[in-house]
């Protein structure tokens, strides 16, 4: 019989010991780690947030004093404190008005927007691509009608012939620039994170 790849994985066993809604979250946990984001009282915004273990952990590190306002076009069931919101929806029809409505007026602006968005693979790699740069670029969108000044973004990207120009973008709206591949990344996966630190604010220039 085929071995299956997930059982036993490190990381899915702790994410149900620690009861995480999904492995991802020792992901975020790396680059937070790594670049000092989510700190105590911050708001922060969470594209593609479903199952919810990015909320779940966002929601701790931000503590009570913050707030997460996630969105996905599924549900979230796991729970969450009074201080993590999730609206249903797609991140292409999202409006800032909506995300204040969620926000009950604690936000936009936000200090952080992190996107672990993903679409639904066909196994057509060239597709795959092209659809995870066009749900990072909506991301980085996104990321510049609803940021503070300093603020930071994490996105999650398909590597591909699109990233390098994604990354150029994010390059033109922050001060930093990073590209992370944390531990918890399956070895086969192509996805990288983009992280950028110091928000410019608003747009950048033509
Ligand atoms: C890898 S999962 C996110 C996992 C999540 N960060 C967690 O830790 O539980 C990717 C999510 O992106 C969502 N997604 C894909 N396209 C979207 C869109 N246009 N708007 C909102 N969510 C989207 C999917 O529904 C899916 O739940």
Same mark, same amino acid.
């Given at each position: 019989?085929?071995?299956?790849? +997930? #059982?036993?994985?490190?990381?899915?066993?702790?994410?149900?010991?620690?009861? +995480?809604?999904?492995?991802?979250? +020792?992901?975020?946990?790396?680059?937070?780690?790594? +670049?000092?984001?989510?700190?105590? /009282?911050?708001?922060? %915004?969470?594209?593609?947030?479903?199952?919810?273990?990015?909320?779940?952990?966002?929601?701790?590190?931000?503590?009570?004093?913050?707030?997460?306002?996630?969105?996905?076009?599924?549900?979230?069931?796991?729970?969450?404190?009074?201080?993590?919101?999730?609206?249903?929806?797609?991140?292409?029809?999202?409006?800032?008005?909506?995300?204040?409505?969620?926000?009950?007026?604690?936000?936009?602006?936000?200090?952080?927007?992190?996107?672990?968005?993903?679409?639904?693979?066909?196994?057509?790699?060239?597709?795959?691509?092209?659809?995870?740069?066009? %749900?990072?670029?909506?991301? %980085?969108?996104?990321?510049?009608?609803?940021?503070?000044?300093?603020?930071?973004?994490? #996105?999650?990207?398909?590597?591909?012939?699109? !990233?390098?120009?994604?990354?150029?973008?994010?390059?033109?709206?922050? #001060?930093? #620039?990073?590209?992370?591949?944390?531990?918890?990344?399956?070895?086969?996966?192509?996805?990288?994170?983009? !992280? /950028?630190?110091?928000?410019?604010?608003?747009?950048?220039?033509?």
């Amino acid at each position: 019989m085929a071995k299956n790849p +997930y #059982v036993g994985d490190r990381f899915t066993r702790k994410a149900k010991e620690e009861g +995480y809604a999904a492995r991802s979250v +020792y992901k975020l946990e790396e680059i937070a780690g790594r +670049y000092g984001l989510l700190r105590p /009282g911050e708001r922060v %915004l969470d594209l593609g947030c479903a199952p919810g273990s990015w909320t779940q952990f966002a929601s701790r590190r931000v503590g009570g004093s913050g707030l997460v306002v996630g969105i996905d076009l599924s549900g979230v069931t796991v729970p969450l404190p009074p201080h993590a919101r999730v609206l249903r929806g797609d991140a292409f029809d999202l409006e800032p008005e909506s995300l204040a409505e969620a926000a009950e007026g604690r936000a936009p602006p936000f200090d952080g927007v992190m996107s672990d968005m993903a679409p639904r693979t066909t196994g057509v790699r060239s597709a795959d691509q092209a659809a995870s740069a066009g %749900l990072a670029e909506r991301a %980085l969108e996104v990321a510049r009608r609803v940021l503070a000044p300093g603020g930071w973004f994490v #996105v999650k990207v398909f590597e591909g012939p699109d !990233v390098r120009a994604l990354r150029e973008e994010v390059r033109r709206s922050f #001060v930093s #620039v990073a590209t992370a591949r944390p531990e918890a990344t399956r070895q086969r996966s192509i996805e990288v994170f983009i !992280v /950028g630190t110091g928000f410019r604010g608003g747009e950048p220039p033509e």
